[in-house]
Every structure is written in C-alpha cells, then in structure tokens.
C-alpha cells in the first residue's frame, strides 16, 4: 500500500510482516498506541498464538479477524477487532 495512504486511514492501521515488524501505519495508530516499531510489543501475552495462527493463515486470499487484547498508550489493555489481509 502506499505509504501516504496508508498514514491517513482513518482507524488505527498496521502494515507488518510476517514477523511483526511495523512496515507502515495509520496516523490514527498513535491515538491508540505508544511508538513501537514491532506488533509483539503491544499484543497480550496470552494472545500472541493468536496473532501466530493469524500471521500463517494470512498467506491465504481470505481475511483474517480475531478479538485480540492489545496495550494502549495509556497503558491499558484493551480488546481490539483485528483483521490480517
């Protein structure tokens, strides 16, 4: 996706690869998160086999979506709807 894009989606947006690496996100992702350049760093430790099983499935043409508890910058944890496409 284009990186300006991608910056102006207007909820939070993380572009990863297949090891967590933030690629690209959303100007709205600072509302929700503190800086971080690695998804693994505001996924729940209990959910991170989630976001294993969704990352291998993603190879496939269909959306994944999961409930995941992720950390906010207030330093929260929070239930999120997240898709992997």
């Given at each position: 996706m284009d990186t300006d894009i991608a910056?102006?989606?207007?909820?939070?947006?993380?572009q990863i690869?297949?090891?967590g690496t933030i690629l690209n996100s959303s100007n709205r992702r600072h509302s929700y998160f503190y800086p971080t350049s690695n998804i693994w760093?505001?996924?729940h430790k209990e959910d991170r086999n989630k976001v294993i099983l969704m990352l291998s499935q993603s190879?496939?043409?269909q959306p994944v979506t999961e409930y995941l508890v992720l950390q906010t910058s207030n330093k929260l944890f929070v239930n999120?709807?997240?898709t992997i496409q």
């Open positions: 910056t102006w989606i207007p909820i939070p947006y993380f690869n297949q090891e760093h505001i996924v190879t496939n043409s999120f709807k997240c």
